[in-house]
């Protein structure tokens, strides 16, 4: 799965279709991307990512992932007074400005504006040479359909090479229109889905080191743990968790 997400990154020109990454919850997706991702910055040796990743856990209007994109772009304006002064700004119903036209200190008119009128976030956001990253689409609030309309938008008309991760059984769990819908719209914007499976001997290695390092275990702790991966991989196989 690396190796073919590094490939579609390297591509000179887009194919114009997204991967999609699944994988069960827990099976480490998002570990995995994450890491991913930082290895693929660090190849390029740039200060500034090419990537954006981008969480749509609890999102529920198009307007909010519009807005993270541009906060990732403009990281000036993610610090937290500017985050609330645009919120604010994203709230209000209507803006009202007074206007000294001579500056005599009086006013002379009085401009409103409605909030709908300033679409900071379309205006200002940029993506042109970035690849985006879009994680927990079975968490997102918005539609699946809808949601996926949204990405294509990026992948079909702006030929941005686009990473969709989810859990695609939790998007239609127990709803069969959702399904039909999200397979359609599926069709045309993912052109290749590649499934995680848990790897337990790396998540078992990094479980071990953390242990280690933060509670400061002894040498004959630290070396039982080790003894025992192939009992504790053996408890965990027979669980049927997978993640």
């Known amino acids: 799965i690396h ?5 579609y990154f390297n591509l000179p020109i887009s194919p114009e279709f997204a991967i999609l990454v699944n994988g069960d919850w ?4 998002t570990f995995f991307i994450k890491k991913l991702i930082q290895q693929y910055s660090d190849s390029l040796g ?5 990537t954006l990743y981008i969480s749509l856990y609890g999102i529920d209007k198009v307007s909010d992932i519009n807005f993270e994109i541009f906060r990732q772009l403009h990281p000036v304006l993610g610090s937290k007074p500017a985050v609330f002064a645009i919120n604010l700004l994203k709230s209000s119903l209507k803006l009202s400005f007074n206007v000294d036209s001579n500056s005599d200190g009086k006013q002379d008119s009085n401009i409103n504006v409605s909030s709908s009128d300033l679409n900071i976030i379309e205006t200002l956001s940029n993506v042109k040479g970035k690849i985006l990253i879009f994680d927990d689409l079975e968490r997102c609030s918005i539609a699946p359909k809808i949601l ?3 990405i294509n938008k990026f992948v079909e008309h702006q030929g941005l090479k686009v990473v969709v991760v989810a859990n695609e059984k939790e998007l239609y769990r127990n ?7 999200y397979i359609e719209t599926k069709e045309k914007v993912i052109g290749k889905t590649l499934t995680v499976m848990p790897d337990t001997d790396e998540a078992l290695s990094s479980f071990i080191t953390e242990i280690i390092d933060v509670y400061s ?10 003894e025992s991966i192939s009992n504790i991989k053996e408890v965990f196989s027979v669980g049927g968790y997978n993640n």
């Open 3 to 7: 190796d073919e997400i590094i490939a």
């Open 46 to 50: 740039e200060i500034k990512s090419s």
């Open 148 to 150: 996926l309309g949204y």
């Open 175 to 181: 709803e069969p229109q959702l399904r039909t819908d």
């Open 26 to 29: 827990g099976s480490g997706k």
């Open 217 to 226: 275990t002894t040498v004959n702790q630290s070396k039982f743990l080790t």
